[in-house]
């Protein structure tokens, strides 16, 4: 790479510094990349070499064309690399809640980036494969991606969106075609974003399938089906993934006591959210904590 990515790497947490919101980059791995976690969305697409993907998943033989995408919390490493040359592109939460916000209302893109890495007891990555075309095309907006980073982001915003979007657009056929996700014209029902909606503003709140039913004005099994059209999972599994991630950020980026977070995040006995984080990430919430970040802050 000619200019150094805007991410710093404490102990084996990675986070964007300097303002930045996204970015992409060539990284080349040769025999192991240890096992690390970050606190942004990343994507890494195979351009050449050969490597083994450890991740909570299992191991994955990669090869030109594959695209892993892993949501933030989520560890992850290589193994057997032999000149392993990936084009990572990475970008904030903060992105994914402003300006693509409405990502979650299109199937294809709104299955990519919000339910088909939580779908399928897939624990927040997803793997796809990119065909020649699809990977020529993805090629050049990481390409135009790459070469905005030399430019101030707070002039170039636009810019960056517009190439992010680009390259997340192709990326969404592909992992449709995969998961073969039908065209749906009429988007997500209203109902659904504004459940995921309630549910993400007060993560804390005791929720009940009734009670989130009630507040739609819709019978709970309505509500149930819709949910699942949309995101292939109930409400309260959607709400369940939320909550580990929020809780996993609040374990990388906070000092906070193991249980106030999982207060925090609507779990207050900590048998039952120690569980639940152990379920998703393979870890205890402490292990997690104390192997990624030392508790610092960013």
Not at 24 to 53: K, N, Q, R
Not at 81 to 91: E, G, M, Q, S, V
Not at 126 to 153: C, I, M, N, V
Not at 260 to 269: M, T
Request: charged share 20%; aromatic share 8%.
């Amino acid at each position: 790479m000619t200019e150094e990515p805007p991410v710093e790497n404490t102990r084996t947490l990675l986070h964007f510094i300097d303002g930045s919101v996204a970015y992409a980059g060539h990284y080349l791995h040769e025999d192991t990349h240890p096992v690390h976690t970050h606190s942004f969305v990343e994507i890494a697409v195979v351009m050449s070499g050969s490597g083994v993907h450890h991740s909570l998943a299992g191991r994955q033989e990669l090869q030109v064309g594959d695209a892993i995408l892993l949501r933030p919390g989520v560890w992850h490493g290589y193994e057997n690399c032999r000149h392993l040359d990936l084009y990572n592109c990475c970008f904030s939460t903060e992105l994914l809640q402003r300006e693509l916000a409405w990502t979650r209302q299109d199937p294809h893109l709104g299955h990519l980036l919000w339910t088909g890495p939580y779908a399928n007891q897939r624990r927040g990555i997803l793997y796809t494969h990119l065909h020649d075309d699809a990977l020529t095309a993805s090629l050049e907006h990481l390409d135009g991606l790459q070469k905005l980073r030399t430019l101030p982001p707070g002039n170039y915003r636009g810019d960056l969106i517009g190439r992010l979007m680009l390259f997340l657009s192709g990326l969404a056929r592909a992992v449709a075609d995969t998961d073969q996700i039908a065209e749906v014209t009429a988007g997500t029902h209203t109902a659904v974003l504004d459940a995921m909606r309630m549910m993400e503003d007060r993560p804390a709140h005791q929720w009940t399938l009734t009670e989130l039913a009630a507040d739609l004005h819709l019978a709970p099994g309505y509500l149930v089906r819709l949910f699942k059209s949309a995101t292939g999972l109930p409400p309260m599994a959607y709400l369940s993934r939320f909550r580990v991630e929020l809780a996993a950020d609040r374990l990388l980026h906070t000092d906070q006591p193991i249980n106030r977070i999982g207060e925090s995040v609507g779990w207050p006995d900590q048998n039952y959210f120690a569980r639940r984080f152990k379920s998703h990430y393979g870890l205890s919430a402490s292990t997690y904590r104390a192997r990624f970040t030392g508790a610092v802050k960013h």
